[in-house]
């Protein structure tokens, strides 16, 4: 008898200690609660399939390089671009990634014809110093380089083709690829180790 009520007691305290409160009425559910509530992940989030270039941190004798993370955003041209231009996220900006973009860039409009993305953007391009111009439209062109169906960039100011510069310096107003910034994208490939001669 005296184990019964035993066990009787502990599942009541259980249960007890499980239970959540029932509000009588409905109620407002406070900001800094409403984040767990199945929020959909955003641009920001660093996963899904698909992918944006943000400016890694380099040392003062190392020349700035692009690297890739996820994003968790639709695979359409705008849905990428729009996560690109919003930024690293706080953890990618601890990690010390940023973005060459400037502030207040808008997308107006992303049409794939053929294999040539045009991207119509708002001009805010014009405090950027050369060097960082073309980072930031190396950062578009990679990113859009990800997107499916995508070999070239035709950006475009306010729907107004221009010159922009490539990888050497050059500028160009015809659509720009991925070849015309050599090196300016983190190599994917593992750091190998020297091979042994036969002296070693």
């Given at each position: 008898?005296?184990?019964?009520?035993?066990?009787?007691?502990?599942?009541?305290l259980?249960l007890?200690?499980?239970?959540?409160?029932v509000?009588?009425?409905?109620?407002?559910?406070?900001?800094?609660e409403?984040g767990?509530?199945?929020?959909?992940?955003t641009?920001?989030?660093?996963?899904g399939?698909?992918?944006?270039?943000?400016?890694?941190?380099?040392a003062?004798d190392q020349?700035?390089?692009?690297?890739s993370?996820?994003?968790?955003?639709?695979?359409?041209?705008?849905?990428?671009?729009?996560?690109?231009?919003?930024?690293p996220?706080?953890?990618?900006?601890?990690?010390?990634l940023s973005?060459?973009?400037?502030?207040g860039?808008?997308?107006?409009?992303?049409?794939?014809?053929?294999?040539?993305?045009?991207?119509s953007?708002?001009d805010?391009f014009?405090?950027?110093?050369?060097?960082a111009?073309?980072i930031a439209?190396?950062q578009l062109?990679?990113?859009?380089?990800?997107i499916?169906?995508?070999?070239?960039?035709?950006?475009?100011?306010?729907?107004?083709?221009?010159?922009?510069?490539i990888?050497?310096g050059q500028?160009?107003?015809?659509?720009?690829?991925?070849?015309?910034?050599?090196?300016?994208?983190e190599?994917s490939?593992?750091?190998?180790?020297?091979?042994p001669?036969a002296?070693?």
């Amino acid at each position: 008898m005296r184990r019964i009520l035993t066990s009787v007691t502990c599942v009541a305290l259980s249960l007890a200690g499980c239970s959540i409160e029932v509000d009588e009425t409905a109620r407002p559910v406070p900001e800094n609660e409403r984040g767990q509530l199945g929020e959909q992940p955003t641009g920001d989030e660093a996963t899904g399939s698909n992918r944006v270039f943000l400016l890694a941190p380099a040392a003062v004798d190392q020349e700035a390089r692009l690297r890739s993370v996820r994003r968790d955003v639709p695979s359409d041209a705008e849905g990428i671009l729009n996560s690109l231009i919003d930024g690293p996220n706080s953890a990618e900006r601890e990690a010390g990634l940023s973005s060459n973009l400037p502030d207040g860039l808008e997308l107006n409009s992303a049409r794939l014809r053929g294999r040539i993305l045009t991207v119509s953007v708002n001009d805010v391009f014009g405090e950027l110093t050369s060097d960082a111009l073309r980072i930031a439209v190396a950062q578009l062109v990679a990113t859009s380089n990800e997107i499916d169906g995508v070999e070239s960039l035709r950006l475009q100011i306010d729907n107004e083709n221009q010159v922009w510069p490539i990888g050497n310096g050059q500028n160009t107003d015809r659509p720009l690829t991925i070849y015309d910034y050599p090196g300016f994208v983190e190599s994917s490939q593992p750091a190998y180790p020297a091979i042994p001669t036969a002296n070693s």
